[in-house]
């Protein structure tokens, strides 16, 4: 018995030089620091190799920023005298007036696409493929797609809508209304 427990132990310790070679440990490297209530303050990453492929949108009251996943800010856009509807992935946005009768829809570099007479509020999908306008007394929604045409259902009617909600990650929708009726909405703008 100890003779076989004195070959294991070689054995052990022979493995251990040879087949499981060691490894560093660790390292800890800083990442970005700040506020996003003040992106001009933001301290990127001091690591050099760090993949900077990852970038999020960020808005205030009147300006669009992006921010990657270093910390690294990028201006956008100014719309101090509009309000805007921004696209989940923040590279489309629908800019409008309080009280006007006309949007626009636009790029995140600010080149527009489109003008459409409408006193509607509004909700833009993930990837701005779909849009919902939403009426003044919340009784309609129209469906339009990223070129201002109306598609599928083309609108939906019910009695005060309550809910409106895309997906995280691509262009569906859900429209939810006060007296129970819900309805999901696909890229096409059919009722599923």
Same mark, same amino acid.
């Given at each position: 018995?100890?003779?076989?427990?004195?070959?294991?132990? %070689?054995?052990?310790?022979?493995?251990?030089?040879?087949?499981?070679?060691?490894?560093?440990?660790?390292?800890?490297?800083?990442?970005?620091? @700040? *506020?996003?209530?003040?992106?001009? !303050? &933001?301290?990127?990453?001091?690591?050099?190799?760090?993949?900077?492929?990852?970038?999020?949108?960020?808005?205030?009251?009147?300006? %669009? $920023?992006?921010?990657?996943?270093?910390?690294?800010?990028?201006?956008?856009?100014? =719309?101090?005298?509009?309000?805007?509807?921004?696209?989940?992935?923040? !590279? #489309?946005?629908? !800019? =409008?007036?309080?009280?006007?009768?006309?949007?626009?829809?636009?790029?995140?570099?600010?080149?527009?696409? $489109?003008?459409?007479?409408?006193?509607?509020?509004?909700?833009?999908?993930?990837?701005?493929?779909?849009?919902? %306008?939403? #009426? @003044?007394?919340?009784?309609?929604?129209?469906?339009?797609?990223?070129?201002?045409?109306?598609?599928?259902?083309?609108?939906?009617?019910?009695?005060?809508?309550?809910?409106?909600? =895309?997906?995280?990650? *691509?262009?569906?929708?859900? &429209?939810?209304? %006060?007296?129970?009726?819900?309805?999901?909405? #696909?890229? #096409?703008?059919?009722?599923?």
């Amino acid at each position: 018995m100890i003779r076989y427990s004195f070959v294991g132990l %070689l054995l052990g310790i022979s493995l251990n030089f040879f087949v499981l070679l060691p490894h560093g440990g660790g390292a800890i490297l800083p990442e970005w620091h @700040g *506020s996003l209530n003040a992106l001009e !303050q &933001i301290e990127p990453s001091p690591d050099k190799h760090a993949i900077r492929d990852c970038s999020f949108p960020v808005k205030n009251d009147i300006n %669009l $920023w992006y921010i990657n996943n270093v910390g690294i800010v990028t201006p956008a856009v100014s =719309f101090k005298d509009y309000l805007i509807s921004l696209s989940g992935n923040g !590279q #489309n946005y629908i !800019q =409008f007036l309080s009280v006007g009768k006309e949007i626009e829809f636009l790029n995140s570099k600010g080149d527009r696409f $489109w003008k459409l007479k409408s006193r509607e509020f509004p909700y833009l999908s993930y990837n701005g493929k779909l849009i919902f %306008l939403l #009426n @003044g007394d919340n009784s309609k929604i129209r469906i339009i797609d990223n070129s201002g045409n109306e598609i599928g259902a083309k609108e939906i009617p019910g009695r005060f809508c309550t809910a409106i909600r =895309f997906s995280d990650y *691509s262009d569906f929708g859900g &429209i939810g209304f %006060l007296n129970g009726s819900f309805y999901i909405i #696909n890229q #096409n703008g059919a009722v599923i």
